[in-house]
């Protein structure tokens, strides 16, 4: 890291006031928050908000007097190096454990103030070590959201894995949040707020929902459970399944396309397709499309 003076245009700054007003200062790119500011007072400040090319907020009150078209300066932490150094440094830091970085803060206490300088000027309490660690323990917390593995091979994203079996549905999962994809030697398993420990079991307090793909059987398996309570056994309902040979079975109502007499699609177009027809004659009908005309299937003959 290193230090840059910014020196752009001039100032206008009012005694009491954290507000400051440029002319030619370009702040949205020639300054950032954090960076210290030394009014025409002689004082330095820290910059806590830029709103724009010529106006920025100060963390505390501007002492001086109120003056206007003045000369000022910025200092400025800038890194130095490579990017790709950059991110050498930030990866080192980001792999501290908690308990690294809180000696290391209780160590940067213990030093005091930190003084920042060009060579020429040297301005003491810039953005102290304290802060600049806790900006970092903050960034460390942020990247603690990556993957986890647990030692079953479980992978959470976002999160850590709950406690999948080694043996059955679960055997290999990957979750995140409440919602996970799994596997073992017969089937694939897609599930929401459930994993598997010898039972399905719920994650959270809330409904639960599984999809299988049974490759024993080569079927397609919807199911469904009310909400429970996290950590109780799931029992599942199959609502659904789709056998290999294209067997369709569900276990409540089916709902197919509904029209009028008026409004029938294309016959030709859904060869031994189902709608039903609200208004036929005689009464609602369930039709079955032959190719060329829909068949009322209580009449056998052509809706109408």
């Not at 908690?98 to 020429?120: N, R, T, Y």
């Not at 197919?256 to 397709?273: E, I």
Request: charged share 10%; proline share 4%.
């Amino acid at each position: 890291m290193g230090v840059a003076w910014t020196r752009l245009g001039t100032v206008t700054v009012t005694a009491g006031s954290v507000n400051v007003s440029g002319v030619d200062t370009r702040w949205q790119t020639a300054a950032s928050i954090g960076d210290a500011f030394q009014g025409p007072d002689g004082k330095q400040y820290e910059v806590a908000a830029i709103t724009s090319d010529t106006a920025l907020q100060l963390r505390t009150p501007y002492q001086g007097a109120t003056a206007a078209g003045q000369a000022y300066a910025i200092l400025r932490i800038v890194p130095q190096g490579s990017d790709a150094e950059t991110m050498a440094l930030l990866r080192q830091v980001l792999n501290l454990t908690d308990v690294q970085l809180s000696a290391f803060m209780a160590w940067a206490d213990s030093q005091g103030v930190v003084s920042i300088s060009d060579g020429e000027t040297t301005l003491p309490g810039l953005h102290g070590l304290r802060k600049l660690m806790a900006d970092l323990a903050q960034l460390f917390v942020e990247t603690a959201k990556r993957p986890a593995l647990t030692a079953a091979g479980s992978l959470g994203i976002g999160m850590t894995p709950s406690a999948w079996s080694n043996a059955g549905p679960g055997q290999n999962a990957v979750q995140t949040m409440s919602w996970a994809v799994s596997c073992d030697v017969n089937s694939h398993y897609q599930t929401n707020n459930a994993f598997y420990s010898g039972a399905w079991t719920y994650i959270g307090s809330k409904c639960a929902t599984r999809y299988d793909q049974d490759a024993s059987a080569g079927a397609h398996k919807w199911y469904s459970a009310p909400a429970g309570i996290a950590g109780d056994s799931i029992a599942f309902s199959k609502l659904m399944e789709l056998s290999v040979a294209g067997a369709l079975a569900v276990a409540g109502p089916v709902s197919v396309g509904r029209y009028t007499a008026s409004t029938l699609p294309s016959a030709a177009a859904y060869l031994d397709h189902v709608i039903t027809v609200s208004n036929a004659s005689g009464g609602p009908a369930l039709c079955l499309s032959n190719g060329s005309a829909w068949i009322n299937v209580r009449t056998n003959a052509p809706v109408s």
